[in-house]
């Protein structure tokens, strides 16, 4: 079992920023991919961005050039640095990790941290 602990949502105002952790723990051989989704009410839960081990990263659209991704993989722990935020960033964002569970085996196993608010006023 992975637990992840994210920290870093609020209410921020537009053109405002947050910064949003999240740490892994519990039986992990090694973290594959690191990354971030939200979901909108009434709306489908969409990538943000995600990193990989190596530190290739991957955004949204809507996002790239105000949120960076990064991950300190000594920690587990992956960080979304969120800039010049708008209405449009509200939603609960929720953490995602790929990894493996055991050396022995290459097999992927994934898991979901229970979400952080962030609401950006106009």
């Known amino acids: 079992q992975v637990q992840l602990v994210e920290s870093g949502g609020g209410l921020v105002q537009a053109g405002g920023s947050l910064r949003l952790s999240c740490a892994a723990s519990g039986s992990i051989f090694r973290i594959n991919v690191m990354g971030w989704y939200r979901q909108a009410p009434g709306k489908q839960r969409e990538l943000v961005a995600d990193?990989?081990?190596?530190?290739?990263?991957n955004y949204a659209d809507s996002v790239k050039g105000r949120f960076t991704i990064s991950r300190d993989n000594a920690k587990n722990t992956v960080y979304l640095q969120m800039n010049s935020l708008k209405p449009e960033d509200t939603a609960v964002y929720y953490c995602?990790?790929?990894?493996?569970?055991?050396?022995?085996?290459?097999?992927?196993?994934?898991?979901w941290g229970q979400g952080t608010q962030v609401t950006v006023s106009s």
């Open positions: 990193i990989t081990r190596g530190g290739i990263t």
């Open positions: 995602n990790v790929r990894y493996r569970p055991r050396a022995y085996s290459s097999s992927e196993s994934d898991s």
